[in-house]
Structures are given as C-alpha cells and as structure tokens.
C-alpha cells in the first residue's frame, strides 16, 4: 500500500513541475546541497527584495515574497526538507492535511529575521532600531586586486528558539497588570484631599503589554541573544581607504522594531610580521604606501650604486608583476632623488552608478632611493672612488686644497691683559 502511495506522489511531483510549479531551490536560487546557513542567507536577501513595503502597487513582487516565506519553511525544516526532496510539493500538501506542519504568515516569518512586526518601518507608528558602524581593516594588496572576502561581528538576534516571544512554549498572555497597554497609572496622595496620577511603564512586563509563564531556556525570556555573525565583503579593485558599504536592515535586530542598516567603512590595516596572522601578501603593505591612487616605495642602494651606477633592481609588485629599476654605468642617484613611473600605482576606482572598473586607468608609483654609507672602504673600492675622484675634479677644475678659502697656516688669535688682540701667523 505504502509502495502505491510512493509511486503516486512521485507522478504528482513530476506532473507538477510539469505544469511549471517552480522548485524551492530555484525560488531561492540555491542548489540542493546547500547548507542551512546559505538557505538562511538566500531567504533574508530575497525576502527583503520582494517585500511588499519596498514594492508597493506590485503584485508580482507580493506574491514572490510569500512563494520566498513558503520556500524557506520548507527547506530550514530537516523533516519538511527530506520529505519534499523525496516527493515535492505534493508530499508537502499531504503532511499538511494531516497535521505534520503549517505555514506562518510571512510577514510573521519576516519579523523573525527584522523585528518591527514583518515591516519596514513603513506602518504607522512603527519603530526603526539604531544603526550600527563597524570598521573592518583590509590589506593594501586587496585594495589593489579586489577580493571576495568576510568579517564576524556581534550581533544581536531575535532568538530562533522561541521566535521572539521570550517564552519556552511560545505562547504569550496579556499581562494581567496593565491589560496589555505596557503602562500603569499610579496615584499617590500628597495630602489629605490631594492625589496626584503617574503614568508609569508597567514594571511587571517591562512595558511589553505581554507576560510569559516559563522563560525561554535560551535567551531567558529577554526575546534576542547575541551570536557572531559572518557577514560577506566584496571589496572591488582600487577602492577607497574610507569607503562606506550599506547593508540595508542588518543591524541589530528585536521583535519591537525594524532592524536598522550595519555600515561597514573599510580601512587599510597595518600589515603583519607574522605570515600566519595575515594573508600570503602580508609584506606588501610593508614596502608599498597608498596615497590615494598612488603608491610609493622606498629603495635602498649602496654608494658604489649611488655614485657609479651601473645596476637593475626588481620590484615584485602587489599583483605579482615586476617592475624593474636601474641605472646605467656612470648615472648617478642623488639621495632622496624620486622616480615616477607612470601607470604602476592603484587602479583607478570608479563610483558611477554600478561602480564600474575601468582597466586601464591607474595612478603613479614613487620610488624614492635612499644611499646606505659603508661601515668603512675596502681597498678595491677606496681605489675606484680615488680614481673617479680624481677624472671628475680634473674635468670641472677643482681643487680641495686651493680653492677651499683654507689658509696654508693656521691662525692663532691671542689677547693682552689690556684686551688688544694680536694675531700671530
């Protein structure tokens, strides 16, 4: 009998798809392997996409954000999930009718994941909660290569267990002391014939309107705990130290308002000395400097390089690429002499509208030298700076000993008892 039930439910499901009843998976655009997590993910990006508050007049963005709320029901319950996997909508609408589950109202489904009723704050009177601002430290090779990344932070959750209510049987009364109203009126009398009236928060439910028999064992009847939540970045190529990423009701959330937007700055962090506590490029930041769309790098050479040239050096850039600097024999480098090199520093980020990157546009990389002295001469390189020494104060005239302003003797000033000043050669 089992087998028949089997094998019907089975032609149900395929004649169903058949008729274009789209799969759960693909309502969430997720693939059948997919964690919880991801399933979790997918509903709260869709949900708010096609929630009617943000869509309004529009009902084909309605009916998506219920078949998103019935999606998510049936794929977050491992029961429900294993059954439609095996049997699809119609083994679904079987264990309904038999009792096995319901569906929630997805504007009750919603304000488990946002608080503020299922709303955006859109209704009247309903309350937004706070903003919250983070900062997050990327390293200066990201910021050149962009890369898809994420960060953890703690944050407040209305509390799966009991779904906001506070309750471990999730059932919620009217409090019996201020009739549901979350405010009492008190009087006190002052003197004989003199009463004064207080509205005061009801102190038995905290101004909720609502009282619990037996707290949630998890969050202890508070309705929200904290849990560290992995939030994703993308970071794109050539943004901005200082750039500011929305993420739209992602704040910390409470069953009494909507949730308020998480603003994430990125920053460029200080790099690493220890590889394992950064990423593979965890020295570039140490040797390159970002200003704005340029870069600027620090390069040590010798006096023997300094003065004779005659030498290359590469430079492995933040994508891997070599620059390679130099100088032929006999150019000299000044100290602190800088070179700009065009089109080797950050790509160009532009913000228009979609943030399109344009390829080919990027900034100056500045490489300033910097002469390191010897300790003292070995005798090979005295002779050769001797030599040049010599062919160069040859070529423009000069002559320390001469043309220094240096007498041959030296001067002795001495003064008599009387103060006079005599010079003695």
Not at 98 to 105: A, E, F, R, S
Not at 215 to 225: A, D, E, F
Not at 299 to 326: K, Q
Request: proline share 4%; net charge negative; aromatic share 8%.
């Amino acid at each position: 009998m089992w087998f028949k039930k089997g094998a019907l439910l089975a032609l149900l499901t395929l004649a169903q798809f058949a008729l274009g009843i789209e799969d759960y998976y693909k309502v969430l655009g997720i693939n059948k392997q997919a964690s919880d997590k991801q399933i979790k993910s997918a509903y709260r990006q869709l949900s708010k996409k096609y929630h009617p508050d943000k869509n309004p007049g529009d009902s084909t963005a309605h009916d998506k954000f219920v078949e998103v709320s019935e999606a998510y029901e049936a794929l977050i319950d491992p029961e429900s999930r294993k059954i439609y996997d095996q049997y699809g909508h119609e083994g679904l609408k079987q264990r309904q009718q038999g009792g096995g589950q319901q569906h929630h109202d997805p504007f009750d489904l919603f304000s488990r994941f946002f608080g503020g009723g299922g709303h955006f704050g859109n209704q009247p009177g309903q309350r937004r909660g706070p903003n919250v601002e983070l900062k997050v430290g990327i390293s200066l090779s990201d910021f050149y290569n962009g890369r898809t990344t994420e960060f953890q932070w703690d944050k407040q959750q209305i509390c799966e267990e009991c779904e906001g209510t506070g309750a471990a049987d999730k059932h919620v009364d009217t409090c019996d002391a201020c009739g549901g109203h979350g405010i009492r009126i008190v009087r006190h009398q002052l003197a004989p014939g003199m009463i004064q009236q207080m509205q005061v928060q009801c102190d038995k439910c905290g101004g909720r309107g609502k009282s619990i028999k037996h707290k949630c064992p998890v969050c202890q009847g508070t309705r929200v705990v904290r849990k560290m939540t992995t939030v994703g970045l993308n970071v794109e190529r050539g943004m901005a130290e200082g750039s500011r990423i929305v993420y739209e009701n992602e704040a910390d959330e409470s069953p009494d308002y909507v949730a308020g937007d998480l603003i994430v700055t990125v920053v460029e962090k200080e790099p690493s000395l220890n590889p394992e506590e950064d990423n593979p490029d965890h020295l570039d930041g140490i040797f390159f400097r970002r200003k704005g769309d340029d870069l600027f790098w620090k390069e040590i050479i010798s006096l023997r390089e300094a003065w004779m040239g005659d030498w290359t050096r590469n430079i492995t850039h933040l994508d891997g690429h070599v620059v390679r600097l130099g100088r032929k024999r006999g150019e000299v480098v000044q100290p602190g002499h800088v070179d700009t090199i065009p089109g080797e520093g950050m790509p160009k980020w532009h913000e228009d509208g979609d943030s399109v990157y344009h390829k080919t546009e990027y900034g100056n990389l500045y490489v300033e030298y910097t002469v390191v002295l010897p300790d003292q001469m070995e005798s090979g390189m005295e002779k050769e700076f001797w030599a040049l020494w010599e062919k160069w104060r040859g070529k423009i005239g000069v002559d320390l000993h001469k043309d220094s302003g240096r007498p041959e003797q030296p001067v002795i000033h001495d003064h008599d008892h009387e103060g006079h000043e005599h010079e003695e050669l």
